[in-house]
Nanobody, 120 residues
Framework: VQLVESGGGLVQPGGSLRLSCAAS????????MTWVRQAPGKGLEWVSD????????SYADSVKGRFTISKDNAKYTLYLQMSSLKPDATALYYC??????????????WGQGAQVPVYS
């Protein structure tokens, strides 16, 4: 199993950015997928997840209405569209996959992370 994030980079407050997570080594279409972030000096924070088909998603209150998660099962890719970014969104963003297709919260696989600094 391999998860590779991309799309991170410096963005100004109020700006937008789209993260991608390319998956391989498992049947992507059968898995919940999750975005988790870690701000400097802080612990892991769950951001959003999406069910296997991509038809249902959930968000942390801190990002609801500004972030959109999606997955393209044909391309084995997970996305996180981030808009109206605030400085407190500065973090290392990870995509995570569970241990098997019947799990949602038992994260077994992680990408290397995509750095998103938000400042002017």
């Amino acid at each position: 199993v391999q998860l590779v994030e991309s799309g991170g980079g410096l963005v100004q407050p109020g700006g937008s950015l789209r993260l991608s997570c390319a998956a391989s080594g498992f049947t992507f279409s059968r898995y919940y997928m999750t975005w988790v972030r870690q701000a400097p000096g802080k612990g892991l924070e769950w951001v959003s997840d999406i069910n296997s088909s991509g038809g249902a998603s959930s968000y942390a209150d801190s990002v609801k209405g500004r972030f959109t998660i999606s997955k393209d099962n044909a391309k084995y890719t997970l996305y996180l569209q981030m808009s109206s970014l605030k400085p407190d969104a500065t973090a290392l963003y990870y995509c995570a996959a569970p241990v098997d297709g019947s799990s949602r919260w038992k994260f077994a696989y992680w990408g290397q992370g995509a750095q998103v600094p938000v400042y002017s």
